[in-house]
């Protein structure tokens, strides 16, 4: 009988073609997962079928195949590009006599590399213990047979995998109540900037889109960016200065890809929540990839499956430096709202027009003022600098100031309360301005 051998990294990979898939695209990206998992791939099996085989997915002569090509190479891993029962796992690996691991399960393999806070390491063990818990009957099999147990008796690998069943089922328990807290930690602080007025801008995109690389570029951060897939699994926030000074908070989140596991999800809800509970998306697209149209549809569906579909987006076709004659630009639709800009975040490229769209997109009810200021409101007169505000200044004879400022009316308001000043009661042509008591 076979015992599952320890794993490793030397794989054979397999690749079935099913109609209503791209072959060639979801076989570089397959290859690229598992290069981004540290894989050593050895050889690459493909093939073509209607339907998945009820028992070993790829079916008899197809199996026999990979079975050679792991004896051939000496492999210590077969990966399959598709999401295989757990019965199926074990068919298979009983007949090529070596670890078998879906789509799911390399998926999981890198976040759990990647993983860095605290945060995230929670979410991903979570996620593959969920994965793994129809699994473990694998695990315990041979003391079974090495105890020689007969009809009706409960053997060693009965009573071993019951208790790694029950200590798994307490673990993810736990792990739920610890993300749960994450989860009401992370609603404080949404719920803390919602009453501060400083709106939320999330990023999305498919992995390796250039993501990260944006960030930094419209931050001045320095996160963790790598051409990798899943370079960035923790969600980081940070301070985003907009055209006229007004303040947004940017989210970088974890990239997307087809058929994102359902655990990963699961687990990760706390994460995605940044994107659903954002005031606008930034869709990040590589613009230089050829499947980036699909891309498109395939982030838009994970969008839907964590109910961000409603949040408004502005496309952001990343790495125009790789495309001939490319420029930066803004798209626009029939009523003038930006709708697309074509940036390099790499080359620092065309920020100033996404730092423009996105704040016409905030701004609702971004208006112009013309103020006039008495001395006594000097304070507000700094704030409006500090915000960059201000369009132009002069000074009269009797020694007001004359501004012209661009901002958001209940932003204007805000400022003149915070600064000791009565706001009047229209905001337009203001000429008499008084301390507040």
Not at 57 to 68: D, L, N, P, Q, Y
Request: aromatic share 4%; hydrophobic share 40%; with cysteine.
């Amino acid at each position: 009988m076979f015992e599952r051998p320890k794993s490793g990294q030397k794989a054979v990979l397999v690749h079935l073609e099913f109609p209503s898939t791209d072959f060639d695209s979801d076989r570089r990206e397959f290859e690229e997962l598992a290069r981004s998992a540290g894989v050593e791939i050895l050889s690459v099996i493909g093939g073509s079928r209607q339907t998945p085989d009820p028992g070993l997915f790829i079916g008899s002569g197809k199996a026999e195949e990979v079975a050679a090509a792991v004896a051939e190479h000496r492999a210590e891993l077969v990966i399959f590009n598709h999401d295989l029962s757990s019965s199926q796992e074990r068919n298979v690996e009983k007949l090529v006599k070596c670890r078998v691991q879906g789509r799911v399960g390399l998926i999981l393999n890198i976040f759990a590399q990647r993983a860095r806070s605290h945060e995230g390491k929670l979410q991903v063990e979570l996620a593959l213990l969920q994965h793994n818990a129809s699994r473990l009957v694998r695990g315990w099999t041979h003391l079974d047979r090495q105890r020689g147990g007969g009809t009706g008796l409960r053997g060693a690998g009965e009573a071993q995998l019951e208790m790694d069943r029950r200590l798994s089922k307490e673990r993810i328990a736990t792990l739920k109540r610890h993300l749960e807290i994450v989860r009401s930690r992370r609603n404080q602080n949404r719920l803390a900037r919602v009453k501060s007025n400083i709106p939320t801008v999330s990023i999305v995109g498919y992995t390796n889109a250039g993501k990260s690389t944006l960030f930094n570029t419209l931050t001045g951060d320095s996160i963790f960016a790598s051409n990798k897939l899943f370079a960035t699994l923790d969600t980081t926030v940070r301070k985003l200065v907009l055209d006229g000074g007004e303040p947004a908070l940017l989210a970088d989140t974890v990239g997307f890809i087809r058929d994102l596991p359902h655990d990963l999800v699961a687990a990760f809800r706390a994460t995605l929540e940044e994107a659903r509970e954002a005031e606008l998306l930034l869709h990040v697209i590589d613009s230089a990839d050829p499947e980036r149209m699909t891309r498109i549809q395939q982030v838009n569906e994970v969008l839907l499956e964590i109910e961000a579909e409603r949040v408004p987006q502005l496309e952001v076709f990343n790495k125009i430096d790789l495309r001939e004659d490319e420029q930066p630009r803004i798209e626009r639709d029939e009523q003038g709202r930006p709708v697309r800009v074509f940036v390099s975040a790499k080359d620092n490229l065309g920020m100033d027009l996404l730092r423009l769209a996105v704040a016409e997109l905030l701004r609702h009810d971004l208006a112009e003022y013309e103020l006039v200021l008495p001395p006594s409101a000097a304070k507000l007169r700094a704030q409006l600098f500090e915000h960059h505000a201000v369009k132009s200044e002069t000074l009269d004879e009797e020694g007001n100031f004359h501004l012209k400022v661009s901002m958001p009316g209940e932003r204007l308001r805000g400022l003149c309360v915070a600064s000791g000043v009565k706001p009047p009661e229209t905001l337009n042509i203001i000429e008499e301005w008084a301390l507040s008591p």
